[in-house]
């Protein structure tokens, strides 16, 4: 069982930024894919990114698209996510993802492990 615990939520003015953290309990696999969610007030919860750590490749929802930046240290088994000119749509609780299969895909069913959500609220 990999247990992933989230960080970094707060509150910040639009256009400001937040780096998200998400440490997982134990050493994942090089082969699994790491992902961000959000979930908004009365809305379904929605892919945010995603990044193999096998090979770095990185997927992103085009609301977010050359605003957020995935990566990983598998050093110290993390996954970031840098939020760049923040929008008062992106407040929401974001959620960290783990899947052993390394493919990329955005449906959350497809994740196998989650972390219990952090906070993030952009003010306008």
């Known amino acids: 069982q990999v247990q992933l615990v989230e960080s970094g939520g707060g509150l910040v003015q639009a256009g400001g930024s937040l780096r998200l953290s998400c440490v997982a309990s134990?050493?994942?696999?090089?082969?699994?894919?790491m992902g961000w969610f959000r979930q908004a007030p009365g809305k379904e919860r929605e892919f945010v990114s995603a990044?193999?750590?096998?090979?770095?490749?990185?997927d992103y929802a085009d609301s977010v698209k050359g605003r957020f930046t995935i990566s990983t240290d598998n050093a110290v088994n993390t996954v970031y996510l840098q939020m760049d000119s923040l929008k008062s749509d992106d407040t929401a609780v974001y959620y960290c993802a783990a899947r052993r299969l390394g493919s990329m895909t955005r449906l959350i069913d497809e994740y196998n492990y989650w972390g219990q959500g952090t906070q993030v609220t952009v003010s306008s």
């Open positions: 990044i193999r750590r096998n090979d770095g490749t990185t």
């Open positions: 134990r050493r994942t696999f090089s082969s699994y894919l």
